[in-house]
């Protein structure tokens, strides 16, 4: 800790900054995010990544409504109002999972974009409820078995790790199992697998359901992490730099979304130092509004990574080999 | 093995959280920085913040705000700093976000030598918890949420309450004479709240010449205003009462023109800036707003304060860009008062009983920590604020 | 020789689709690509027009390399292509879909065109108001062959003509196709149906998985045990 | 008031309407929603204001001025951006997601060069107003509507009775059969890109002089809400998205003359929402001309 005091480096200044990376509450809520993004299995949608992002903000913005409205109103306890949370998204996932059935193609990314806007109008003009713009103040810390979890003492990070955690475990099992399965094959082949006798509406009201519900679950960590929400809070800008993330990493895949948010987040950060910097440099080599590159460099990233490397930095086709469940695997090899 | 690369990430997060809540732990530090800091021959400087959005769609508050801190703190530092000590101001970019904003406080709230922040814009409702916590003094020279100052005791507001402005615009509606009010508001919290304090006002005060024809509430930035001057205009309106940003109130103005020239439109005190007046024109002149500074003051401290602001950045002050100047002050004054003597808990006590007098008058707090202002309405006359 | 095609090699990412193809036509000829599905026919014509581009080899046209030419210049050199499937514009008209076929065409040209196409197909020009997404499958072809000719091409090609009509529609398609030719334009045709193609080409490739595997005169080929075989149905 | 209110409405829509065109044109082309068009509009408003009070032109020289160059930006975010991408293969999620980086730099590079904060904008038609029906009419409103009609009325002239009109609906609906009858697919496309550009260039101008002022985040919101009409008239379709957008711009107003200022996006979102899940085309869509 003492080294921070006497070295004002740029490059401490980054040292520093990595370090509280993690404390960065938006870093973490994209991470879970960009997790129940890859739950986020929808036949055809590949073509719609934005929009898949911008629905789930809302999804999130249900969780974190509820969740913070029953704990800080109603004194409901954290976990159940966490659960009730996620259940509401998940509930609202396979209502639009219902509606968009007969849709197709950007049709249905249209249509949960304005199932986005819908739902902030809501939030914003229902404020007998939502406290619309005004917002919701004074959220209480999570309180565990009698142990209030707050920024202070840490607990909160460790809160937003097991749900991380528990989300990759959760994921993993669900990929693994024969909804998972089903549920791939409807995203990857809508017709070889109606052909394949998978009932294709059933998948997709899951998977719209079980995306939602994580999203849910990631929201409901927002409110008591921020103290204080509105409607204001779940805005475009979440889905920009949560795409940022998810293409720098790798499309659909867990370990890309970890890596672009490991990799982007201190970006924002250097280059707060680097303007720092810049301010220091002589007067002929000052560039004006140095903060608002940052903006362009994302848009470069973007750009880049599309011509270069569209399935980013930790993305591809998996090569290895079908995994067959440990029965059949023996028989074929006889 | 696709299942344990899993686990293993999951270890790592957690890994990391623990090296994050060891960075938690730097308060603790900071205690024993801040009992050195009586030694008269030490040089280190003094830390004060100045956070706010200098980039994104309110980039132009916080560009304000950070130019008018580098003015004080270069003044003091010329006067030989505080007891000796350089102050040294960090500015911080909140990106117009307020995830920023905390993870900013979280930065700052690491610091050591750290004394204060004036600021905030977005995240001044997320962030005033956290800096009670450790107890750092925040001076907000922009929020007008009901719920700053409720934050916690370190959380001082410089801006004017809802309610103070609120009454300032009536007295400025009042001053003009017509009483036949239309109400524009933002649908935001600043919005509504204060369509509801002009309600009470209104009747409370038994104002029975007064009244409110229409009541428009708008979604402010981009947004086609002909349908609401409209509205207005069937309404019979003859002053229009603007709750809203100068981004909004400037388009509202130039279109009102045309179809209600004779609209006497009242503003915020946000609207006293120059970018106002510049993308105003002509079409601005007659509006009124309260302020509590006028940069056409003789007094000398608001010409030093004009005349340097004017010379970094080729604009005249706004009243907010003044107001987060005075944070400063007082913020400044309240640390050197204490003599040597570091202690957060006795800065706070002294900025809670400043008795300092700035640009935009005196900067006193209620038991509230909320300023108390006198607002003065003023009037565009020849592409100028100046006093009605 | 008016087309010559000199060892092409051309690729679908990993997939090495045509190896060392070569073929020539000569002026006024007819030759017939046959083969079975996938074994390259389509590709070869592709390659031909410029919309793949080979890996090696050379393209030649009246003597001239077209092998990196673009397509809308390899068109306008003469070269027309009635594609697999038709794909005629259907929200266009009959008649606007000829109109892009002339659309390298200017002012009288595009008259005498249409009067051309209408009197090969004198039922286009009944229905030359109607959108061709309506039109039946024969209908279709014939305007695809007759967009191919508004461009006045010095070569037609004709990926699968009959494919998906009915039997009598189908000989009317070749007894056309045979017209063209006397009409005085070179044709390469490609045709599942090998026995019919063999009957009015001068010439027929064979080819099998990207090489080609004969070459011959049509009645010779006709006359080849093993094409008889594999094509011809015994 | 209602008729005032339909004339908000109309006036706001048939910019709508414009922008919505340039959505429509390319996505009819390459089936691509193009992110980059509503940063081209700004980008075209900003280019008038640069050509007044940067190179001192005339006004209508600024207009010219910016067509062109806004034109050349859209053909020019085409060919470095797209056209690429269209020779490697990628996939349609490559190209839209370069589209919002490019929105995100243009957009951005105007806010570093011309700041965050509104500008004033030259007024290039205030007449005044009148009355009709006792309602208070602005010029402004009348002329803006004309102008962006007679733009679409040429428009579609354009598209549906010349030469190139003909073969970029041909590329729309067959490339692989446009190019083979000697059309240069990619130039169609640039002229697309062309197109598209020029005719948001003018709608931004349009907007900033009837707002009579500009700014970097204005289309962020017209952006999205022309998106919508778009798609709410049938993507792809020129009448639809005139219809959608005179549809979004009336429903807007009425928002406002009944239920207030905030209900504007959900009023206009809901409406969306509810016409895709009865027509999932949109009004004047059709599914074959649609695929995605």
Redesign the interface.
């Known amino acids: 800790m003492n080294m921070k005091k006497e070295n004002k480096s740029l490059y401490t200044k980054a040292v520093i900054t990595i370090g509280q990376l993690w404390e960065n509450p938006i870093i973490k809520g994209i991470i879970l995010l960009a997790l129940a993004l890859f739950v986020y299995f929808l036949p055809k949608m590949a073509t719609l990544y934005f929009q898949r992002i911008a629905i789930m903000v809302a999804f999130y913005a249900i969780g974190a409504y509820t969740a913070v409205l029953l704990t800080t109103y109603r004194g409901t306890n954290y976990l159940v109002a966490v659960i009730l949370g996620a259940c509401l998204a998940g509930a609202f996932g396979a209502l639009l999972a219902l509606s968009t059935m007969r849709l197709s193609g950007t049709y249905v990314t249209i249509v949960t974009m304005a199932f986005f806007y819908v739902i902030s109008s809501i939030i914003l003009n229902w404020d007998s409820v939502t406290k619309g713009s005004v917002g919701v103040l004074n959220i209480p810390a999570p309180n565990l078995f009698g142990m209030k979890l707050t920024m202070k003492n840490g607990g909160i990070f460790y809160l937003i790790m097991f749900y991380a955690a528990l989300t990759i475990l959760a994921t993993q099992l669900i990929i693994n199992s024969k909804v998972g399965r089903a549920i791939k094959a409807v995203r990857d082949d809508e017709m070889a697998a109606i052909m394949m006798g998978i009932n294709n509406k059933k998948y997709k009201i899951i998977a719209y359901t079980l995306a939602a519900f994580f999203a849910g679950l990631a929201g409901t960590l927002y409110g008591p992490f921020m103290g204080y929400i509105n409607n204001a809070t779940f805005n475009y800008d979440i889905c920009i730099s949560a795409l940022v993330i998810v293409i720098l990493g790798g499309i659909g895949t867990v370990k890309g979304a970890i890596i672009g948010a490991i990799i982007i987040s201190p970006l924002g950060e250097l280059l707060r130092g680097l303007t720092t910097f810049m301010k220091g440099l002589p007067e002929w080599m000052q560039i004006s509004q140095p903060e608002q590159w940052r903006f362009v460099i994302y848009g470069m990233i973007m750009v880049i990574m599309m011509r270069f490397r569209p399935q980013g930095i930790l993305g591809g086709q998996s090569k290895l080999p079908y995994k067959m469940p440990k029965g059949v695997e023996r028989k074929v090899m006889k | 093995m696709k299942k344990k690369l899993c686990m293993l990430l999951a270890l790592l997060l957690v890994v990391t959280t623990l090296g994050a809540c060891g960075n938690g732990a730097a308060p603790a530090s900071t205690a024993s920085a801040s009992a050195s800091g009586g030694n008269p021959t030490d040089k280190t400087p003094i830390k004060v913040a100045v956070a706010g959005p200098l980039t994104g769609n309110y980039s132009e508050y916080g560009i304000g705000f950070d130019a008018a801190c580098k003015i004080m703190v270069d003044k003091w530092n010329k006067d030989g700093g505080i007891n000796g000590r350089p102050i040294e101001l960090l500015s911080y970019d909140e990106k117009s976000s307020t995830e920023e904003g905390l993870a900013i406080a979280q930065l700052l709230c690491g610091e050591d030598n750290f004394y204060g922040v004036v600021g905030h814009f977005s995240a001044s409702m997320a962030v005033g918890t956290l800096y009670t916590e450790e107890r750092v003094p925040l001076i907000s020279a922009s929020s007008s949420s009901a719920g700053f100052t409720g934050q916690g005791d370190c959380c001082f507001r410089l801006n004017a309450t809802i309610s103070t402005e609120t009454m300032g615009m009536l007295e400025c509606a009042k001053t003009a004479g017509k009483t036949k009010l239309g109400v524009v508001y933002l649908n935001n919290d600043w919005g509504r709240n204060a369509y509801d304090n002009l309600k009470t006002l209104l009747q409370e005060k038994g104002n029975e010449d007064w009244e409110i024809v229409d009541a428009e509430e708008i979604a402010g930035g981009d947004m086609d205003y002909n349908a609401v001057i409209s509205n207005l205009n069937a309404a019979g309106a003859e002053t229009a009462i603007m709750f809203c940003y100068y981004d909004s109130v400037v388009p509202f103005t130039i279109k009102a023109r045309t179809v209600m020239p004779d609209l006497n439109i009242v503003c915020g005190v946000n609207c006293y800036n120059d970018t106002f007046l510049k993308v105003g024109g002509k079409d601005v002149e007659g509006c009124m707003a309260p302020s509590v500074f006028a940069a056409v003051s003789d007094d000398p401290d608001v010409k030093y304060f004009v005349d340097e602001y004017k010379a970094r950045t080729t604009q005249v002050p706004s009243s907010l860009t003044a107001q987060a100047y005075d944070a400063m002050g007082v913020l400044l004054t309240a640390i050197a008062e204490n003599n040597g003597e570091l202690d957060k808990e006795a800065i706070l006590k002294s900025i809670q009983n400043n008795d300092y007098k700035g640009v935009t008058g005196s900067c006193s707090f209620s038991e509230n920590r909320d300023a108390t202002r006198n607002f003065s309405p003023m009037v565009v006359s020849n592409g100028q604020w100046i006093y009605y | 020789m008016i087309l010559e095609v000199k060892n092409i090699n051309t690729y679908y990412e990993n997939i090495h689709a045509l190896k060392d193809v070569s073929l020539e036509v000569n002026e006024g000829e007819i030759v017939a690509l046959i083969g079975s599905n996938g074994a390259g026919k389509t590709t070869t014509l592709s390659t031909i027009i410029g919309i793949k581009k080979p890996k090696s080899g050379e393209i030649f046209f009246m003597g001239k390399n077209i092998t990196q030419t673009s397509t809308h210049e390899i068109v306008k050199m003469g070269i027309g292509l009635s594609p697999e499937g038709r794909l005629v514009f259907p929200d266009l008209t009959v008649e606007e879909n000829l109109r892009v076929g002339a659309y390298l065409r200017k002012g009288a040209e595009i008259d005498k065109g249409y009067e051309y196409v209408y009197s090969l197909f004198p039922r286009l020009y009944e229905r030359k108001n109607q959108a061709s997404g309506t039109l039946s499958g024969g209908e279709q072809q014939m305007l695809a062959i007759g967009r191919a000719l508004m461009n006045r091409p010095k070569l037609l090609m004709l990926d699968e003509p009959s494919l998906g009509l009915a039997p009598n529609l189908v000989i009317m398609i070749f007894k056309l196709i045979k017209k063209i030719r006397d009409m005085g334009v070179t044709i390469l045709l490609i045709e599942q149906n090998a026995n019919m193609s063999l009957h009015i080409a001068d010439r027929g490739y064979v080819l099998e998985t990207g090489c080609v595997k004969l070459a011959d005169t049509a009645a010779n080929l006709r006359n080849n045990e093993a094409v008889k075989k594999a094509y011809l149905g015994g | ?1 209602f008729v ?2 339909l004339i ?2 109309l ?2 829509g048939t910019i709508y309407a414009l922008v919505a065109v340039g959505y429509s044109l390319v ?1 009819g082309i390459l ?1 691509l ?1 193009n ?1 980059t068009h509503s940063s081209v509009y700004t980008l075209g408003a900003f280019m008038v204001y640069v050509g007044v009070e940067y190179l001192h032109l005339n006004i209508f020289l600024a207009i010219l001025f910016s067509l062109v160059t806004t034109g050349f930006a859209g053909v020019m975010i085409d060919k470095m ?1 797209l056209e ?2 269209r020779k490697k293969g ?9 589209t ?6 243009i ?3 105007l ?2 060069a011309f ?6 904008f030259p007024d290039l038609f ?1 007449y ?2 009148f009355k009709l029906l006792g ?2 009419i ?1 010029w ?2 009348v002329i803006i509507g004309a102008v962006a009609l007679i733009l679409l009325v040429a428009l579609s002239i354009f598209i549906n009775r010349t ?1 190139i009109g ?2 970029m ?2 590329v729309q ?2 490339p ?10 990619n130039m169609i496309i640039s002229l697309t890109f062309f197109l598209g550009a020029a005719s948001a260039a003018i709608a931004g101008t349009l907007i900033a002089s009837y ?3 500009l ?1 970097s ?2 289309g ?3 952006g999205l809400k022309a ?2 009409a778009a ?1 709410l008239g049938g ?1 792809g379709s020129l009448p639809g998205s005139v219809l959608g957008g005179l549809i979004i711009g009336v429903s ?2 009425m928002a ?2 009944k239920l ?7 009023v ?3 409406l ?2 509810l016409v ?2 009865i027509r ?2 949109g009004i004047l869509g059709r599914k ?5």
């Open positions: 008031m005032e209110q908000n409405g006036a706001i996505f089936r929603v992110f951006g690429p991408l990628a996939s349609k999620i490559s190209a839209m997601i370069t919002i980086g490019l929105s995100y730099i957009i951005n590079c806010n570093i700041g965050s904060q509104i500008i004033r205030n005044g107003t309602a208070t602005a402004q409103q030469r003909l073969a609906r041909a609906q067959e692989s059969a446009a190019a083979i009858n000697g059309i240069n697919v707002n009579q002022y700014r985040s204005m962020d919101i017209v998106f919508a798609v993507i807007e107003s406002v003359y207030g200022g905030s209900y504007i996006d959900m206009a979102f809901s969306l929402f895709l899940l999932p085309y074959g001309s649609t695929k995605v």
